[in-house]
């Protein structure tokens, strides 16, 4: 079965004005379609075309298949971008989610800073993450595609820090963005949902179920 582009969890104009309608119609509509569509023409008739998401990426990483690798981790990174945000975002998390955020940062001011400097930081494309290793809480940043999959670690909330995604609305002003990530759309609801999972099951097996 090809992969057909997931659903937004939100209508396009729900976000606004951190992120427009219009950032929303070339970041779902051209970019995130795009992927699909290029990963779909590329596995056709092969070893991948059968696989889950997750094992594509890992996969077409292992075997150098830059190209599915690109497409593939993209795909997953964008979708699990829109869930972590939401147009009543912004809020804190609770417990115990709240208390790892506590014990690895300090303080949910100390980690909104830490994480809005770390994906300012970031040279060039790329995304920020929130992830978790045994429950300890850690910011990473990835260049261009490359994605938590590949790691032990596990995703809980990512902003994508790809120009696409805020030069419209921003320019070059990514802090700015970030900031308003943090202050008003990360979606805390989905991140406990991840942070309690721990792992057990794989995200893309959930977004399936969720479109079945
Ligand atoms: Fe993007």
Redesign the pocket.
């Known amino acids: 079965m090809p992969f057909t582009l997931p659903l937004l969890p939100f209508a396009k104009n729900a976000l606004a004005p951190h992120i427009s309608e219009r950032t929303m119609g070339f970041?779902y509509d051209k970019?995130h379609a795009g992927y699909v569509k290029k990963l779909n023409n590329q596995i056709e008739g092969t070893d991948y075309a059968n696989m889950a998401l997750e094992d594509i990426i890992r996969k077409a990483d292992a075997s150098g298949d830059s190209g599915i690798f690109n497409n593939a981790a993209q795909i997953w990174n964008?979708t699990f971008?829109w869930d972590s945000l939401s147009p009543n975002g912004g809020t804190k998390p609770d417990a115990p989610l709240s208390e790892a955020i506590k014990t690895s940062f300090g303080s949910f001011d100390d980690f909104n800073k830490a994480f809005v400097e770390a994906g300012k930081g970031q040279f060039g494309s790329g995304w920020v993450w929130l992830v978790s290793n045994a429950g300890k809480l850690s910011i990473t940043t990835t260049k261009d595609a490359l994605t938590p999959v590949l790691d032990d670690s596990i995703p809980l909330l990512t902003c994508?820090v790809?120009e696409?995604?805020y030069y419209l609305d921003y320019q070059n002003r990514r802090g700015d963005f970030l900031q308003a990530f943090v202050d008003e759309l990360a979606n805390w609801t989905f991140a406990e949902q991840q942070f309690q999972l721990n792992g057990q099951k794989d995200y893309w097996s959930l977004v399936e179920e969720r479109s079945a």
């Open positions: 970041h970019h964008h971008f994508d790809w696409h995604a």
